[in-house]
Nanobody, 119 residues
Framework: QVQLVESGGGLVQAGGSLRLSCAAS????????MGWYRQAPGKQRELVAAIASGGSTNYADSVKGRFTISRDNAKNTVYLQMASLRPEDTAVYYCNRVFCNGNPTCDYWGQGTQVTVSA
């Protein structure tokens, strides 16, 4: 059974930090490149950070230098350390396989975790 459970969101002031966690069950996640996505109100979901099973990472320009993605394959958990948060980072954050980026055949998503950054 595949399951993704995101946690760690909350309300933070601009300039603050948060650490998100994503617990993934299902072997497919341990062998896949994983990503953190976000969806702000009225906007499409976007991939902001990705990490391959071997640990190489990529970031969207909007978060580069502020966010750090990591994973613990033994725990099947993916993390997103967010620093220097801005109001425009406010969104619901989800984790999923990078395969799911813009892929309509990928229809399972967790509940997400809300991040709200106040000015």
């Amino acid at each position: 059974q595949v399951q993704l459970v995101e946690s760690g969101g909350g309300l933070v002031q601009a300039g603050g930090s948060l650490r998100l966690s994503c617990a993934a069950s299902g072997r497919i996640y341990s062998i896949s490149s994983m990503g953190w996505y976000r969806q702000a109100p009225g906007k499409q979901r976007e991939l902001v950070a990705a990490i391959a099973s071997g640990g190489s990472t990529n970031y969207a320009d909007s978060v580069k230098g502020r966010f750090t993605i990591s994973r613990d394959n033994a725990k099947n958990t993916v993390y997103l350390q967010m620093a220097s948060l801005r109001p425009e980072d406010t969104a619901v954050y989800y984790c999923n396989r990078v395969f799911c980026n813009g892929n309509p055949t990928c229809d399972y998503w967790g509940q997400g975790t809300q991040v709200t950054v106040s000015a």
